[in-house]
T-cell receptor, first 108, second 113 residues
Framework: AQRVTQPEKLLSVFKGAPVELKCNYS??????LFWYVQYSRQRLQLLLR??SRESIKGFTADLNKGETSFHLKKPFAQEEDSAMYYC??????????FGRGTSLIVHP | NAGVMQNPRHLVRRRGQEARLRCSPV?????VYWYRQLPEEGLKFMVY????????ESGMPKERFSAEFPKEGPSILRIQQVVRGDSAAYFC???????????FGPGTRLLVL
């Protein structure tokens, strides 16, 4: 069974502060992990996926198989980063399992 | 190149009525997925369809819910005899293949009175 846990419902930081949104997963095989973002009044969109090893909008995420984590990080938060962030896992099938989301609020 | 379109964006129904939610995938995409998001919860997979075929409906409630993706026209998620517990946001996503990135629509927010 696949499971994705985002332990924080809400994360509140000030502009310029570092951000880390936590994601832990449970899956016995080789996972494919994603971060999706949903800005206010906009649709859910893919932010990054671990296999591409990209940095999007200053965000990075590293897959740690030992800790079964895929935390999303950004060294200096911006106000426009305020959004809902969803971690998702695809265990080799077409059906990703989503976490319940973390609301990030960046204060000026 | 329009993204995934969903309509209506908001739908209000009384208990016992039917709700029809429409999803037009990205042009050229033949794979459609429906998800439900209850308040305070993550997205939950409901059903995966390709043109004219239901591939996986393991997340769909056994009664009152059905989905289709006809050869022509949008995918439809149909909820018969709605109950208050059906109130949620319903998202549709499409992809060009079953292992490819899913693109999401804006969602339909269903409220059952």
């Amino acid at each position: 069974a696949q499971r994705v846990t985002q332990p924080e419902k809400l994360l509140s930081v000030f502009k310029g502060a570092p951000v880390e949104l936590k994601c832990n997963y449970s899956y016995s095989g080789s996972p494919e992990l994603f971060w999706y973002v949903q800005y206010s009044r906009q649709r859910l969109q893919l932010l990054l996926r671990h296999i591409s090893r990209e940095s999007i909008k200053g965000f990075t995420a590293d897959l740690n198989k030992g800790e079964t984590s895929f935390h999303l990080k950004k060294p200096f938060a911006q106000e426009e980063d305020s959004a809902m962030y969803y971690c998702a896992l695809s265990g080799g099938s077409y059906i990703p399992t989503f976490g319940r989301g973390t609301s990030l609020i960046v204060h000026p | 190149n329009a993204g995934v379109m969903q309509n209506p964006r908001h739908l209000v129904r009384r208990r016992g009525q039917e709700a029809r939610l429409r999803c037009s995938p990205v042009k050229g995409h033949s794979h459609v997925y429906w998800y439900r998001q209850l308040p305070e919860e993550g997205l939950k997979f409901m059903v995966y369809l390709q043109k004219e075929n239901i591939i996986d409906e393991s997340g769909m409630p056994k009664e009152r819910f059905s989905a289709e993706f006809p050869k022509e026209g949008p995918s439809i998620l149909r909820i018969q005899q709605v109950v208050r517990g059906d109130s949620a946001a319903y998202f549709c996503a499409s992809s060009g293949g079953n292992q490819e990135t899913q693109y999401f629509g804006p969602g339909t927010r269903l409220l059952v009175l």
